[in-house]
């Protein structure tokens, strides 16, 4: 079913010129975003409309060398759905936001179609890869992975290849509770391992780090 409202944004950025490019950007989609606030600080996506957008663009680097990773874990546990855009284009970063809960994690080289399309799919809750995220994906392996068992690895699986759990379940023959108790355990399992994927965008890097799932798979 369609939106009755227009996906909206508010733009987290130090430089002018990059706030007005994204906002011409997103406003020029199809279907268009609405800018719902822009600011150099966090500020604006607390305050007013920005407080409420449905997706957050966050540059890491905020008038310092310092990234805002503290910034961007708030932001995920407050349930907000996050997009970093950043000048930085190294994998261990990448995959660092993807743990602390960001959606995607975009490289300003990428350009305007590939913004437009992680902010859209994060509007729904859903992860996006743009090819340097997808390079970073594939090349990082931890030694340090945990033990799955053989259902949660084929529940794992069958969930990243699905919109949906209820879907997972029909296809394995359990219950939508099973599939969310499998995850869950997951989850657990790669907290205790000092690794964790608190949400389905940072569960996938996880199971490609360790092998678990490739790119090709998806």
């Known amino acids: 079913m ?3 409202t227009p996906v ?5 950025d130090d430089h002018p010129a990059i706030r007005a490019g994204v906002a011409q950007w ?3 989609g199809t279907p268009p975003i609405r800018v719902a606030a822009s600011g150099d600080d966090l500020s604006a996506a607390w305050t007013g409309e920005g407080a409420i957008a449905d997706v957050v663009i966050l540059d890491l680097h905020l008038g310092g060398p310092v990234p805002a990773m503290g910034e961007l874990r708030r932001l995920a546990q407050a349930g907000r759905r996050v997009v970093v855009y950043s000048m ?4 261990a970063t990448a995959l660092q936001c993807l743990e602390l809960g960001a959606l995607s994690y975009l490289t300003k080289a990428e350009g305007a179609d590939h913004l437009l399309e992680a902010t ?3 509007a729904e809750g859903r992860g996006y890869t743009p090819p340097a995220l997808a390079g970073a994906l594939a090349g990082d392996r931890s030694a340090s992975r945990p033990a799955l068992s053989a259902r949660e690895t084929e529940v794992l699986i069958e969930w990243f290849q699905s919109e949906s ?3 997972v379940a029909r296809r394995l023959g ?8 499998h995850l869950e355990h997951i989850r657990v399992k790669y ?4 690794r964790q994927a608190p949400t389905k965008a940072a569960l996938l890097a996880r199971a490609i780090e360790d092998g678990l799932v490739q790119l090709d798979d998806l």
């Open 120 to 122: 859209l799919t994060a």
């Open 26 to 28: 997103l406003g020029a």
């Open 174 to 181: 359990i219950s939508p509770h099973t599939v969310n108790t």
């Open 8 to 12: 909206s944004a508010v733009i987290v």
């Open 2 to 4: 369609e939106r009755m």
């Open 191 to 194: 907290a205790m391992s000092g």
């Open 88 to 91: 930085r284009a190294d994998d």
């Open 165 to 167: 759990k209820a879907f």
